[in-house]
């Protein structure tokens, strides 16, 4: 069994970028609370294009995951298909992911666009910073994995530790 640890870590890597989403503590009413991070990587620099703190339910995290197996599989059938903007609820990220070639082995690549809410100006317009480039569909079921494991772990975590009020823990076994 492994390990399971508060902060977790999580990256999506696509062609030219990486989408890494640290959470650092998940509460009693069903969030979670961390960072993304997006960077991106060119055969002249690596940078990182926006960093935001965020929060997010559980049923918006589970919502994600199934938004690119969905995808995936419509992809095969379909490979102009393009699906909505996935925005969560506290409007911190949205992501769309884009056409692409995948195969019935889940073998292929798609488009795939990630904006960071990155501040308001004062007539509270929102900013976003994002890449748009292709993603290899073995890295996106990986992030999946991650992140499914993530939730799996955070409803046994509710489960174990429903009789204290802290979340904030160093391991438990998954």
């Known amino acids: 069994m492994s390990q ?5 870590e999580m990256t999506l890597k696509g062609s030219g970028f990486e989408w890494i989403i ?12 961390g960072y993304m991070t997006l960077k991106m990587r060119t055969i002249h620099e690596e940078r990182t294009l926006g960093c935001v703190w965020f929060s997010s339910s559980y049923s918006d995290l589970v ?14 059938q379909d490979p102009w298909s393009d ?29 795939l666009r990630v904006m960071l809410l990155a501040g308001q100006t004062p007539d509270e317009s929102r900013i976003h910073v994002g890449v748009e480039a292709s993603v290899d569909v073995a890295q996106c079921d990986a992030f999946v994995t991650q992140l499914r494991n993530f939730l799996k772990t955070w409803s046994s975590l509710e ?16």
């Open 83 to 111: 699906s909505d903007v996935f925005v969560q609820y506290g409007l911190e990220f949205q992501v769309q992911a884009l056409c692409g070639e995948v195969d019935a082995n889940r073998e292929g690549d798609f488009g």
């Open 63 to 76: 919502e994600l995951a199934d938004y690119f197996d969905h995808h995936v599989k419509r992809l095969i």
């Open 159 to 174: 489960e174990g530790l429903s009789t204290t009020q802290s979340h904030e823990v160093g391991h438990v076994e998954a």
């Open 22 to 33: 640290q959470f650092e503590q998940v509460n009693p009413e069903g969030f979670t609370y």
């Open 4 to 8: 399971f640890y508060i902060p977790y």
